[in-house]
């Protein structure tokens, strides 16, 4: 393993100084920030998303920020989900696709005013996208990324600490909906959010110099629930059957591929980006599917495999994008990418440095 | 400092394997990949780099394939230099903007055939760029990433090997020319390029199996001229006056106030994307541009300072973009971004974690 660090296309989030102080022991680049991603004790920290509560520097999870008397009309068309019932409080989960039908994106869209958006985005450049297209388009809006930075707090009792934070408003948010609001003098967007399926919210932090002071508010007020330091758990996403854009994704995967059918709007009109390529590969029919993949053996040395082959009758038939130890299932679990002849049932076999490991395909989640 | 390997987002290179067994200490990624940054004796590179030769893993410098009926016409609506004489096998460096006028990416243009084009681009993503211009333009153009991965022989030796691999031909080559050839069956563009201003070669891979091979070639070809592994050296790079776009240019920065004006072709179509603005902006006159800084005070701790502020009687004028020590000079040195009101010879003020250091503006180069 070799050392990584800020740099200058690197830079680091308003947590950097707490994350440091609460032992981060391993970072990965993302939207050209350093995104914590283990704090030396993955089963500490897996407990702690699964049974407790735990806080999460996500500030990696950038917001383009689309202002001015198009913006309704350039997140429209930069989104193949129907965006007209997007009003302020309630966000929405939508896929983005380029010309082609292939997804560049998956993120949480808020809506903050009438003439003010944010598109909170996974690993990609989308601010350059975004304001290609309105420049072509000629749309008038102004795109930036504006000084905003997510904190999670993400377990079975991040409710709790949050009700002790905010007071019980918060339980009443539902699954996307979120509210402006201020925590000590901090301006805050608070969102029932966050990368697990164990429940939890994320709080949007709008003055990248209150990192610390806010970290440290979470942290204490977790105590009595004993909060501690984690990052989006590729054991737990995996076993939840969470996709990770860019991470489950290639060059040509489009969202009927990868469970986001349900997210597509094929009715929509035809300025929207990529949804005219959609009606015709719906029409036509996926050549791939997202499915689970259960392997054979014993735990491996390395806990993260990534992008291998996966064989049928010594034919590849697609790829493991992502596979993890689960000591729960006492397996190695992953998802595969995988031609559409293949059902949940099929024996496969995963290619893995020359080695040939025997795996079972299955439906997703795993739990 | 935190430890970073492959994963789902970084990909290795093709040489990746040979710049571990050459030991390699550090990466950055750099276009969804990992780039060596060191081999653990930084002193040692600068010299082989300065006085010898030495073999670089640059293959982040992906290349963003323009294939098609519109390929040079697409190639000219990306870049605000003139390409009407761009010819096969005389590539160039050219800037390419937004619609704002802003600098986002400084690549090497090459023609390889009619319809075929490559950008070997910085640090940016401009496949997704490229293929948002072209579809929202209705051009027949196929874009891509394909295969192909550079490796650098840099340095005042570098052409003395090779010579001994390729023939005197090599010699021939004037700088941004390029030859389509082989080389023990492997195929590659050979040309005169490379992130230094020592002289050099980049051999662009075209087959990523074959990548530890040709590492071997170059490196057994070397050995009469004590050949050794390096990396885009941040010392010789900034005495040179060598820009790194993304690392001393923000979301602002024009080509005219990072010394490419001479890059710029005002008179180009209104269909080139960003002309228009530059032109408005060569009008109005730039804000800020681009200056060496020379600090007051011995060796830092820390090699390298990014984004410090400089101040002028107290004021904000400017940033530091990026500083090392130069044993060469006995001082710390860097890249200044200041306002147009302050002129080499003027006396600032370095503010760097609440220091104040005193430092002079200076002309670029160093050397």
């Not at 259960?294 to 038939?317: A, C, F, N, Q, T």
Request: glycine share 10%; hydrophobic share 40%.
């Amino acid at each position: 393993m070799a050392e990584i660090g800020p740099n200058t296309r690197l830079k680091v989030s308003p947590f950097y100084k707490s994350t440091l102080a609460e032992g981060v022991a391993g970072f990965s680049p993302y939207n050209r920030m350093l995104m914590p991603v283990s704090y030396g004790d993955l089963a500490a920290e897996y407990a702690r998303l699964t049974k407790g509560v735990s806080q999460w520097d996500v500030a990696v999870e950038r917001q383009v920020q689309l202002k001015g008397p198009d913006a309704v009309r350039l997140a429209q068309i930069l989104s193949v989900r129907d965006l007209s019932g997007l009003t302020e409080n309630k966000g929405k989960y939508v896929p983005m696709c380029d010309h082609r039908g292939t997804l560049i994106n998956d993120p949480v869209v808020l809506q903050l005013d009438d003439d003010l958006i944010w598109y909170s985005i996974a690993d990609k450049d989308i601010l350059m996208w975004a304001r290609c297209v309105a420049a072509e388009r000629g749309l008038n809006v102004e795109l930036s990324e504006p000084d905003v930075s997510p904190l999670a707090v993400q377990g079975p009792k991040a409710e709790l600490v949050m009700a002790s934070v905010f007071g019980d408003w918060v339980k009443d948010l539902k699954y996307f909906w979120f509210k402006q609001t201020e925590l000590m003098g901090i301006p805050l967007v608070v969102a029932r959010s966050g990368y697990s399926k164990q429940g939890g919210f994320e709080l949007y932090l709008m003055d990248g110099t209150r990192g610390d002071e806010l970290w440290n508010i979470v942290k204490e007020a977790g105590k009595p629930w004993d909060i501690g330091p984690g990052s989006p758990n590729p054991v737990e996403r995996i076993e939840s059957g969470l996709l990770s854009f860019g991470g489950d994704t290639d060059d040509q995967t489009n969202p009927f591929e990868v469970r986001l059918g349900h997210y597509v709007d094929l009715d929509l009109d035809d300025d929207v980006i990529g949804i005219a390529a959609l009606r015709r590969i719906a029409s036509e029919g996926v050549r791939r599917h997202q499915l689970g993949i259960v392997l054979e053996g014993p735990e491996p040395k390395e806990g993260h495999w990534v992008w291998y082959d996966i064989l049928s009758d010594g034919r590849k038939v697609g790829d493991m994008t992502n596979g993890v130890w689960s000591s729960r299932m006492g397996r190695t679990i992953g998802f595969a990418l995988v031609s559409r002849e293949l059902s949940p049932g099929a024996e496969v076999v995963v290619a893995k440095d020359g080695e040939e490991v025997a795996a079972k395909l299955c439906e997703l989640p795993f739990y």
